[in-house]
């Protein structure tokens, strides 16, 4: 029996070489030459150093091909497109690397218009301080508690009586989503033998913080400007220790709730019209609170898996960018210190007269001018929805919150409803699309802001889905409601007096998480204008619905042709391709946004 040290005896297997070591001993061994145990050692260390060389050159070439996508200047050849071709050039701009770039980012193979990293269009998107509502609230202990859930909008409101709408129901465009009052008609369900078979939801985002250079950023610099000056008493007196903390134009909690909730709401509402072994299309811009919300009210309705559900289309959002979810880009005479603002300004300097003299006599060493007064209150819808709960609401009465709700009314009207000589052609683009979609075809030529490249592909603007869901922000959605001419919101609006009860409230029409949902519903018959049942003649026919924050704008009231009987606000679905035919005369896009002297 050898010795187990003996490489040479009988029973002795050798162990542990691997191939490498094997090829390079091969030949010494071959030759009888037995190596000493010191060679040996030697030999398995230039073995070792070489596979790290080997393994660290792999490594490295294989840094290079994802870095830039090339290896060592060569190019791996792409594959075939898939029929139809992706547009080659979505957007006007193509960024471009180069490898002399490396080490640097990974360049994406996903087309520009498909990815969520868009980079420069995001817009500003700085973040604010914490919040620390457990700590910052407060309320009368000895009053009936009601939990936050999740803001506190149980505050004491001077004027405020038990069946009065919350002042959170009022604040114009930053009002947190509620559900419409209703727009003049009752809600109907649908009758036997009736489907929803088609659904297109353009959706504003949720709540955000202030935009940059907002009333109440500039609110906040006047008076960290007189620090050390500025002395506030009674109800002001929370002035002297307070300091701006606002972030800019991102999505604040709330607004990631409303998001969610509305994915969530419409997933119990339409999702049998999704087909689960297909991949829709769905479209945001590149701004943060705009892919945010996206994404948001997806992982609501799809869950956190979506982007198995869903491709998201992020169209950039920047000055004479075609993009028909933010269509007063490409508008340059669209102006937002148009007629609206202007009539805003003399409406907030007569019902914020009182107030500001209120406050005047609160402060020294400051000159608190109407414009504070205003940013104060423009303060707390913000605040609210970024901390919670905000001890600026308490400031003003019921009667002032009315007059906040309706400085908003006046300032859209006039600046992106039926009041701008430009409204209705910022929304047009948006228009053409629901058409284009509804009767099945791309679009290859436009004269509005439509981006007719990403239009014009069914990559990119498909046609065979029956669920399209659209992003889009407040003014916006105002402008698609002018341009879809929905005339019952069309109304003069005094700039010295409160109307009462209007049908143009931005509250009720775009608050944060603002939908428009336009159903298209099929029927065995005919059904009866007064729905007592269906017509006793008549063939299948298909009808119109618009939801606006969960109820009916009756179509009637704005098109004769649609019947303004119908006590369920549907409009058959020929008529309304037909009188929709009109509506892009009515914008006159290229001379409203293009004329020389601008909005008037």
Known sequence: MGSPTDPQAPSYEPVGLSEKEELLLRPLLAHGTQPSPGQRLKRKLSVLLASCAVSL???????????????????????????????????????????????????????????????????KTATGKAPFMAQTRTFDHAATYVPNAPLQTQVPVQGWHPGNLSIFGMMGFLTPYTPSTGFGVDEWPLPEGAEIIWLQMVSRHGSRYPTGGSNVESFGARLANATGKFNATGELEFLNN?????????LVPKGRQE??????????????????????????????????????????MFGLEWPNNVTLEVIIEGSKFNNSLAGYMNCPNESQDGLGSKAQNIWVGNYLQNATERF?????????????????????????????????????????????????????????????????????????EVLARLQNHTIPYSETQLNVTLDNNTVTFPLNQSLYLDFSHDTNIVSILAAFGLTQFEQDLPTDAYPGEHNFTVSHLTPFGARLDIEIIKTPKPVKADRSGYEDEGEETKYVHFVLNQRTVPLGWSHPDCDAERVDGWCEFETFLKVQEKMPGLARYREVCFAEGGNP
């Open 57 to 123: 050159a792999v490594f490295f070439a294989l840094n290079m091909l994802a870095c830039n996508g090339t290896l060592f200047g060569i190019k791996p050849r792409p594959s075939e497109p898939s029929t139809p071709q992706a547009p080659v050039q979505a957007r006007e701009y193509q960024s471009s690397s180069s490898s002399d770039d490396c080490p640097c980012k990974p360049t994406s193979t996903v087309p520009d218009y498909f990815n969520t990293s868009p980079g420069p269009w995001v817009g």
């Open 242 to 250: 307070w300091k701006y903390q606002m972030g800019t134009e991102i």
């Open 259 to 300: 998001l969610f909730d509305s994915g969530v709401l419409h997933a119990y509402m339409y999702s049998s019209l999704y087909d689960p072994e297909t991949k829709i299309i769905a479209r945001t811009t590149t701004q943060d609170r705009m892919m945010k919300s996206a994404e948001n009210f997806l992982a609501g």
């Open 360 to 432: 005047s006599k609160l402060v020294t060493g400051y000159n608190w001018t109407v414009d504070d007064t205003y940013a104060a209150q423009t303060m707390c819808a913000y605040d609210t929805v970024a901390n919670g709960y905000s001890r600026f609401c308490s400031l003003f009465t019921y009667e002032e919150w009315i007059g906040f709700g309706y400085s908003h009314d006046l300032q859209f009207y006039g600046n992106n409803a039926f009041g701008s000589e430009t409204g209705r052609a910022v929304g047009i683009g948006f228009q053409q």
